[in-house]
């Protein structure tokens, strides 16, 4: 099984993103970026699912260290915000995101359909 | 959940079909663990946002409100949800002068967000 890591800080968000994912793909979670970016070079995942609003580090700011790390500069990286006003979406592709999932969470598939699809385009 | 039994019952800008694709996905487990941590968490964070507006502490009523975004949402909180949404804007921009009547629409729609919750709760 492939394995995703998902950094997120809302518990909830979390359980919900693990129901959805979980049969899947085999989860890592972090709850802040500072253990994402301690504990992802080890992990070997495939692809990270990153909100935008964290505690002490916010995930532009993990993206951009992630993007200086040889071990997961390469990595498929989908920003999971409730950031979604008119023109988020191409503000964070701008920033390096590679995709963008709005919360909360409305369609579990689609979610999935991307996840696919951008470890498909990884290969 | 015996939907159309409780649909009736559940003011309009609450979508009960949240619950019903959570419990698809995960059963009633997941839908009552998620339900039950709102119940505890959704009453925290608006404490925390209006323990914020008192304090003038404005990085802590964004971060509270937007936290309730996304976990009203995930449950079909939409008005819970919007209004959220208006008071992290608020903050954001610092006007704060608009927050307390924001504030006091959010906590009247958190409570027939919590009654509907705690109906369901009994039904998943």
């Known amino acids: 099984m492939k394995r995703i890591a998902v950094v997120e800080d809302n518990p909830d968000n979390l359980m919900l993103v693990e129901a959805i994912l979980g049969s899947l793909y085999e989860m890592v979670s972090y709850e802040n970026g500072i253990d994402a970016l301690a504990g992802l070079p080890d992990e070997n995942v495939e692809l990270v699912l990153l909100d935008i609003s964290l505690p002490r580090m916010d995930g532009v700011a993990v993206l951009e260290s992630m993007r200086l790390d040889d071990k997961l500069k390469h990595l498929p990286v989908i920003a999971l915000t409730a950031h979604a006003m008119v023109g988020d979406r191409e503000k964070y592709m701008e920033k390096g995101f590679d995709e963008y999932f709005t919360k909360p969470i409305v369609d579990f598939n689609a979610l999935i359909e991307m996840v696919e699809r951008m470890i498909d385009q990884k290969h | ?124």
């Open chain 2, 1 to 124: 959940m015996n939907e159309q039994a409780n649909n009736s019952k559940i003011p309009a800008d609450i979508d009960p079909l949240f619950l019903t694709r959570l419990q698809e996905l995960g059963g009633s487990k997941l839908a009552s663990e998620l339900v039950g941590m709102y119940l505890t968490r959704g009453s925290q964070l608006l404490d925390t946002i209006s323990t914020g507006l008192d304090t003038n502490d404005l990085p802590a009523v964004k971060n509270a409100a937007h936290s309730l975004i996304s976990s009203a949402g995930n449950l079909g909180g939409k008005r819970v949800s919007d209004l959220a949404k208006s008071i992290e804007s608020a903050a954001i921009e610092e006007q704060i002068d608009t927050i307390p009547e924001l504030l006091s629409k959010i906590i009247s729609a958190q409570e027939a967000f919590q009654q509907y919750l705690q109906g369901a709760l009994e039904h998943l």
